[in-house]
């Protein structure tokens, strides 16, 4: 099993729609969750944090946490077309000097005008 | 200020070369990462530096080795590289005052002919 796991897509969704991102991971010790976005040819771009349950939101942008299922995933409410790009999933699991931070595979997103 | 900067931003090396890559962050994070990401794929991670301590993923090869001369430097040297060794090669901090987001640097894009 993949320590952390997303469909890779391609996930397409029309302009002004919400598109809908998800993430399983494997390891129950791990404490923060991460949603990059990705640019051909770019480097990841840090777009949303969570580290409890529940939701967290910034802007047109919800991230939701459910540690019990092991489960990270992000909205895109209102997506537009600056939006398509590859979104990874990022885990960091945490303890002095032993630093671990893991991606999924990445979806990518195309947002169709 | 989120800044972590890496140089050069393109590098091409033969493969009896030596050269480094430089990444240097300036916003008192903790552990500092080199991952590699090749094309279509996920960034893979390299070695991580966090509290002092290096922490090296096994199945990198010994031409890369990786430098800490301080806490805001975290230098890759590479010595010998093969042509699948050519990538996108990104470095990213984190951990100020407890707060774990991982910012990365634009990234090296190294080709090995």
């Known amino acids: 099993q993949k320590e952390v796991e997303q469909n890779s897509g391609p996930l397409s969704v029309p302009e002004g729609a919400i598109a809908s991102l998800n993430c399983t991971y494997s390891d129950r010790g791990s404490q923060s969750f991460f949603w990059y976005r990705q640019y051909s040819g770019k480097s990841p771009e840090l777009i949303m944090s969570i580290y409890s349950n529940g939701d967290k939101e910034d802007g047109r942008f919800t991230a939701q946490l459910n540690k019990a299922s092991q489960y990270v995933s992000l909205l895109i409410r209102d997506s537009q077309p600056s939006d398509s790009a590859t979104y990874l999933c990022a885990v960091n699991t945490y303890n002095f000097g032993n630093e671990k931070l893991t991606f999924g595979t990445g979806t990518r997103l195309t947002i169709i005008p | 200020d989120t800044e972590v900067t890496q140089t050069p931003k393109h590098l091409v090396m033969g493969m009896t070369n030596k050269k480094s890559l430089k990444c240097e962050q300036h916003m008192g994070h903790r552990a500092m990462y080199w991952y590699k990401q090749k094309a279509k794929k996920p960034p893979e991670l390299m070695f991580v530096?966090?509290?002092?301590?290096?922490?090296i993923n096994e199945s990198v090869p010994s031409r890369f080795s990786p430098e800490c001369p301080n806490s805001s430097l975290l230098n890759l040297h590479l010595h010998a590289l093969q042509p699948e060794d050519s990538a996108l090669y990104l470095c990213a901090s984190s951990h100020r005052r407890g707060e774990p987001e991982a910012f990365f640097g634009q990234g090296t894009r190294l080709t090995v002919v």
């Open positions: 530096y966090s509290y002092e301590k290096l922490s």
